[in-house]
């Protein structure tokens, strides 16, 4: 799946809830899309980590939330975390790797939350809510 099908950049700056999934495994884009969707988020998705530094860049805004697998080829997610813009845009690590060296990594990188892999969508949810209200 391409990042233009999961969602038009241009969603990120048409909402305030606004909210990019990158991951490399399209079944987990399609779990955290249909738990956000749900609660009324508009979701972009990035199959990896360049597609989703070309989407921010090319978008001219940024969205609130980057749900942000650690674990893709190419550039992995410490590596876009610590690109992001994090004066506008949090963070959440969303990995199989439940590591202490992994959640250091991600917060010396600027994420402001992490959530492990299986994960439950009321977790989900609720770190993204409280994410916000940060």
């Keep these: 799946m391409s990042a233009?099908?999961?969602?038009?950049?241009?969603?990120?700056?048409a909402t305030r809830r606004a909210v990019l999934v990158v991951d490399d495994d399209e079944k987990i884009r399609a779990v955290v899309r249909a738990v956000?969707?749900?609660d009324d988020f508009e979701v972009v998705e990035a199959p990896d980590g360049?597609?989703?530094?070309?989407?921010?860049?090319?978008n001219g805004s940024s969205p609130q939330i980057v749900v942000?697998?650690?674990?893709?080829?190419?550039?992995?997610g410490i590596?876009?975390?610590?690109?992001?813009?994090?004066?506008?845009?949090?963070?959440?690590?969303?990995?199989?790797?439940d590591d202490?060296?992994?959640q250091?990594?991600?917060k010396q990188a600027g994420a402001d939350a992490f959530l492990a892999k299986p994960f439950?969508?009321?977790?989900?949810?609720d770190t993204v809510e409280s994410m916000l209200r940060r």
């Design 36 to 38: 956000l969707e749900a």
């Design 4 to 13: 233009a099908a999961g969602g038009s950049a241009d969603a990120m700056t």
């Design 50 to 58: 360049q597609t989703a530094l070309d989407l921010l860049d090319r």
């Design 68 to 76: 942000l697998d650690v674990m893709m080829p190419g550039l992995d």
């Design 120 to 125: 439950s969508a009321i977790d989900l949810l």
């Design 79 to 97: 590596e876009v975390c610590r690109r992001v813009d994090h004066e506008t845009t949090r963070v959440l690590m969303l990995t199989a790797r």
């Design 104 to 106: 250091t990594a991600s």
């Design 100 to 102: 202490d060296e992994t």
